[in-house]
């Protein structure tokens, strides 16, 4: 089965930029959706389709996907995107969704 | 509004089964793929199954085929995930998401508050 491999946490000061990245066999094949998710509440997609962002995400999210590695890059993070981060595709070989491990985004 | 509302956790024996329920409302339910996801304590989101918007095709993940079994209702905007042979490794808040079209191979748009199932001896 397919496999998205993601750092654990990402660790930053307010206002710098944090980059996430998710790691798959040519993933730049497929689209990539990222979802964003805080203790206690529901999943909220922030990327979609490799670059795309659903209305009311700031446009401090954005996305890059080539070769083996998507990126997910919040510039000027704040305390309020502190988050665990998801990466998802659906791996059409086998017909199965798919998530990444999860990046736990800690701003200092 | 998008509303999506599950229903249906709670403690389970292993060896047990239980259905889940998921009411849908604010959108056309019958032309949208839909999709079920849990968070395991402690572990990451996991894609658990998805099933188109008529309900003919349906997709299972490795570790839940063949115990698992989606499906819809789409006269009563309801959205059911039947679980057998529970096992603890299935304790999870389960969510249910609405995809953005209508085969279940896209991304979800609108996600549920999730509901809680433990199982435990």
């Known amino acids: 089965s397919y496999v998205l491999t993601q750092p654990p946490s990402v660790s930053l000061a307010p206002g710098k930029t944090a980059r996430i990245t998710c790691g798959g066999d040519n993933i730049g094949s497929k689209s990539v959706h990222w979802c964003q998710q805080k203790p206690g509440q529901a999943p909220v997609v922030v990327i979609y389709?490799?670059?795309d962002r659903p209305s009311g995400i700031p446009e401090r999210f954005s996305g890059s996907n080539s070769g083996n590695t998507a990126t997910l890059t919040i510039s000027r993070v704040e305390v309020g995107d502190e988050a665990d981060y998801y990466c998802q595709v659906w791996d059409s070989s086998s017909d199965q969704g798919v998530f990444g491990g999860g990046t736990t985004l800690t701003v200092l | 509004e998008v509303q999506l509302l599950e229903s249906g956790g709670g403690v389970v024996q292993p060896g047990g089964s239980l259905r889940l329920s998921c009411a849908a409302s604010?959108?056309?339910?019958?032309?949208?793929?839909m999709t079920w996801v849990r968070r395991a304590p402690g572990k990451g989101l996991e894609w658990v199954s998805s099933?188109?918007?008529?309900?003919?095709?349906?997709y299972y993940a490795d570790s839940v085929k063949g115990r698992f079994t989606i499906s819809r209702d789409n006269s009563k905007n309801t959205l059911y995930l039947q679980i057998n042979s529970l096992r603890v490794e299935d304790t999870a808040v389960y969510y249910c998401?609405?995809?953005?079209?209508?085969?279940?191979?896209?991304?979800?748009?609108?996600w549920g508050q999730g509901t809680l199932l433990t199982v435990s001896p």
């Open positions: 099933i188109s918007d008529s309900g003919d095709r349906t």
């Open positions: 389709y490799d670059t």
């Open positions: 604010g959108f056309t339910f019958n032309t949208y793929a």
């Open positions: 998401a609405k995809d953005v079209g209508p085969y279940g191979s896209n991304w979800c748009d609108y």
